[in-house]
């Protein structure tokens, strides 16, 4: 599957901070993911996006599904310690059906 | 609860050696994941299986071989392992392949180290 690029690639962030992260490919994708990967842990699914446009809220995260269809974003509201991770965007194409994976960011938190 | 289980969570071998790394599923899932997890390069699709018996490549299946024989358990394995085989290694599995929700169930990873 194609690359995606996702950045930043990490981030030190003060506890109580909004962060920003994206994700952008040269392709066009009709469903954009957000997964969170905990430390010694598989990631697990944050948000799905399914239309073009679309913004989404899970609690302090929100993401935004690009109008081109190229890109994505995820932000997290008033950061608490237990947003340390790791962060994949994921997009998938209508004639496809693998995922394909950004690079990740890595988030943490200072307290 | 939904649950991907890996057998192994940490393992040592040596160059050369045949490695087995084993993923069960609990929720009738069809379709079955091998990725490979390496930092600054994000989740690279090793195989997939979307049937019993089924199996597709993904993107780096060199040096791998999977078996499926049953529904719920998935295997990766690798023939003669290499030190650029170190890895975080992730099975995953999922209700929907082509068109679907694109939400993929993690097992916990095996990171494996060859010397």
């Known amino acids: 599957g194609q690359q995606l690029n996702q950045s930043p690639q990490s981030m030190f962030i003060q506890e109580g901070e909004d962060v920003s992260m994206n994700c952008t490919s040269s392709s066009i994708f009709n469903t954009w993911l957000w997964y969170k990967q905990d430390p010694g842990e598989g990631p697990v699914l944050l948000i799905a996006l399914y239309k073009a446009g679309e913004l989404t809220s899970n609690g302090r995260l929100t993401a935004q599904f690009g109008i081109t269809r190229k890109d994505s974003f995820l932000n997290i509201s008033a950061s608490i310690p237990s947003d340390v991770g790791i962060y994949f965007c994921?997009?998938?194409?209508?004639?496809?059906?693998?995922?394909?994976f950004g690079a990740g960011t890595t988030v943490t938190v200072r307290a | 609860d939904v649950k991907v289980t890996q057998s192994s969570r940490y393992l040592v071998k040596r160059t050369g050696e045949k490695v087995f790394l084993e993923c069960v599923q609990d929720m009738d899932h069809e379709n079955m994941f091998w990725y490979r997890q390496d930092p600054g390069l994000g989740l690279r699709l090793i195989y997939f299986s979307y049937d019993v018996k089924m199996k597709e490549k993904g993107d780096i299946p060199e040096g791998y071989s999977v078996s499926r024989e049953k529904k719920e358990r998935f295997s990766l394995i690798l023939e003669s392992a290499s030190t650029n085989q170190t890895s975080m290694y992730l099975c995953?599995?999922?209700?929907?392949?082509?068109?679907?929700?694109?939400?993929?169930?993690f097992g916990e990873g095996s990171r494996l180290t060859v010397l």
């Open positions: 994921a997009g998938l194409r209508s004639n496809d059906y693998k995922l394909s």
């Open positions: 995953a599995s999922s209700l929907f392949l082509a068109s679907g929700s694109g939400e993929l169930f």
